[in-house]
């Protein structure tokens, strides 16, 4: 299975009552997250199930990945994929629908986006910072308890405009 690992674009500040599950993509934001799914698309990634986080701006980081990679199916929020969640949560959910798909589109936050691809490259001590809009690909090679796989790129905004 290849895992297409996307944390959200940039987002509106939290609001005045504190409310952080509405915030949504500011155009800078949107422009990002479509500039690195360009690229990926350049790539061929072709994801088949799309799991978002339910928190409105990962939601539609995963609507602009939907259109832009032509993925046919519905975008699927999960808690699995909150902020307050866990890499393992996750991997085991994706455990229960490994069969079913080839490829797997996962937006979400950070940390937990960092813990999840240091957890996918069986290295849960590794400390990854990753950016608003960031993309990431890894293979899955081993679908047991404690996964293994191999990153095969990570693009980032300034990557996917061309720049260093």
Known sequence: MRIYILRHG????????????????TPEGREAVRAVLL????VRAAPEL?????LQ???????????ILSCTG????????????SPYAI???????????DGVLLV????????????LLNSPSLELMVETAALAAVREETAGAQPRGVLEWPFTPGLAAGQS
Do not use: C, M, N, Y
Not at 19 to 24: C, K, M, N, Q, V
Not at 39 to 42: F, I, K, L, T
Not at 91 to 101: D, I, P, Y
Not at 108 to 119: D, N
């Open 91 to 101: 991997w085991e959910e994706l455990r229960l629908r490994r069969a079913e798909f």
């Open 74 to 85: 519905e975008v699927e929020p999960t808690s699995a994929l909150a902020p307050s969640a």
């Open 50 to 54: 799309i799991l978002s986080s339910p």
């Open 39 to 42: 690229r990926a698309r350049a």
């Open 10 to 25: 940039k987002a509106e500040g939290i609001a005045a009552d504190g409310s952080d599950a509405g915030r949504r993509l």
């Open 108 to 119: 979400g936050h950070q940390p937990l986006i960092g813990r999840l691809v240091a957890f």
């Open 57 to 67: 701006r990962a939601i539609e980081t995963a609507e602009l990945a939907r259109e």
